[in-house]
Every structure is written in structure tokens, then in C-alpha cells.
């Protein structure tokens, strides 16, 4: 008969539902630290004002350049560029703070995987960005008139809350992808441009080329497809479900420039990210 092996290695691996509540509380965390940069008195006073002129500025323009008919395309894409704003450009300060406050030796060495810490504390983001969007949706639609227009978008929504996901991962992938190379900032804010100009929000499909060909990849491009076309009746699964794939896509781009990251601070000794 032989003896158990005394000398094998115990198992730490955590449970399951350790890590499940582990992710919860680094949500939590991302919310705090949200509730920290984004106060009240600047979401109430700033942001919120700001995207209601974004609209008004791009609805009235449109309506100017091309007629009161275009009118409804741009409002319904000026909801998006507000996202990008909010979305992709807020979403930065998850890795930033962990490069300026040199705090992401404690992110790479817990339990929780980097990639779920990272993207569990950047929920708040696409939660807070669909909720002040559906706020200056609301504002701005009587101020142009368009409030029937409004109540006829409100039930398509949920689109703009899964374009709101969408964009935030791009921001995290392009964050996390520049950390190293001092464009952290730099790069998202690029981003958020291609997403303005190839989304399809004011320009129309079928004008210019290239633009079409980085709006295939980008996300809000094919979540905008599927809202105007529901709106009007037509087939709108296939658009939603390219916009689903491009989401995965950079969470995936996200997911793996993260890991580089963590593998990168590992192999040198630092986190300093320089």
C-alpha cells in the first residue's frame, strides 16, 4: 500500500465564485474610480451641456448643408458621436491611472486576471455614457423640433447602449495598445475621429471609399446601419450582428494587448510603462 504524496504542491487556485466576486468588487472599484474623475457638478455642468450642443451643432448643420431631410440621419449619428466623446476618449483613465499612479504591479499580480480587472473597471463607462446620451437625446430633440422624430428613435435605444459597449472596448484596446509608447491619450482620441468621420453618423455610405472600408471595422458603424434600417422597415439582424463581431473583435484586441502588457512589465521588472 502507498502513502498520499505529502510533498505535492496545494491547489490555490480560488474558487469560482471567489473570482466571480472578485470581478464584481473590481467593477465596484471602477466605479469609484468613475465617481472620482467624472463629479456631479462636471457631468452635470460639462458633459451633459456639451453633448447637448454636439447634437444641436451637427443636426442644424445637416440640415443646413443638406437639406431639412437630412435632418433626422444626423440627429440619429450625433447620438453616437457623443458616445465616442464620453466612450472612447473617458475610457483611457482606467490604464492611465494604473501608469500614474504606478499601480498596475498590483493589477498583473492578483488573482483576477488583468484582462477582467481592466474591462470589469471599465463597465461604468459604456453604463454612464448611454444614460447622459439618453439624457441630451431628450434635451435636444424639442429644442430642434424633432420630438416626434425622438419618440419614433426611443425604442431602438438598446442599440445605442450595445454601440456604447462597442465603443468603449476600442478605447480600452487603443489605450491599453499605447501605454508603453506614451500615446495613451493620443491614440484614443485618433479613434474617436475615425469614429466620427467613417461611422456613417453624417457622412452617407457610398461617398468616399476608404472611409467606407475603416467604417466596415470600427465599431457604430453597422449599429447605426441597423437602427436607421429598423426604423424604416427593412432587415436590420445582419447590421447588428456585424456590430456584435466588431465589439468582440477589440475585446479581443483588448484582451491580448493587455496580456502584452502584463507580460511586458513581468519580463522587465517595472511598471512603469516608459
Not at 15 to 22: F, N, V, Y
Not at 250 to 272: E, K, P, Y
Amino acid at each position: 500500500m502507498t502513502s498520499p504524496d505529502t510533498h505535492a504542491a496545494p491547489d490555490i487556485t480560488p474558487p469560482l465564485s471567489l473570482l466571480a466576486w472578485r470581478a464584481v468588487e473590481a467593477a465596484r472599484m471602477g466605479w469609484l474610480e468613475y465617481r472620482a474623475l467624472q463629479t456631479p457638478a462636471g457631468l452635470l455642468g460639462a458633459t451633459l451641456p456639451r453633448g447637448v450642443l454636439q447634437i444641436l451643432f451637427f443636426t442644424t448643420l445637416a440640415g443646413v448643408l443638406a437639406g431639412p431631410g437630412h435632418r433626422e440621419y444626423a440627429f440619429a449619428g450625433s447620438l453616437v458621436l457623443v458616445l465616442s466623446s464620453t466612450n472612447v476618449n473617458g475610457v483611457v483613465a482606467v490604464p492611465v491611472l494604473d501608469k500614474q499612479y504606478a499601480t498596475f504591479a498590483r493589477v498583473r499580480t492578483g488573482a483576477l486576471s488583468p484582462t477582467v480587472t481592466q474591462i470589469a473597471r471599465a463597465l461604468p463607462y459604456p453604463v454612464m455614457g448611454w444614460l447622459l446620451v439618453l439624457a441630451q437625446g431628450a434635451i435636444a430633440a424639442p429644442l430642434l423640433g424633432m420630438t416626434d422624430f425622438a419618440l419614433h428613435l426611443l425604442p431602438w435605444m438598446w442599440v445605442y447602449a450595445l454601440i456604447a459597449l462597442t465603443l468603449t472596448v476600442l478605447g480600452v484596446a487603443g489605450a491599453t495598445m499605447t501605454v508603453g509608447k506614451r500615446a495613451d491619450v493620443v491614440a484614443p482620441n485618433v479613434l474617436a475621429y475615425l469614429v466620427m468621420l467613417c461611422s456613417g453618423a453624417l457622412l452617407p455610405t457610398g461617398r468616399v471609399g476608404w472611409v467606407d472600408a475603416i467604417g466596415q471595422v470600427l465599431p457604430a458603424r453597422h449599429g447605426l446601419d441597423a437602427i436607421r434600417a429598423g426604423m424604416d422597415g427593412r432587415p436590420w439582424l445582419a447590421d447588428l450582428s456585424l456590430e456584435i463581431a466588431a465589439g468582440l473583435g477589440f475585446t479581443v484586441l483588448a484582451a491580448l494587448s493587455i496580456l502584452l502588457q502584463a507580460r511586458r512589465a513581468s519580463r522587465h521588472g517595472h511598471d512603469d510603462f516608459e
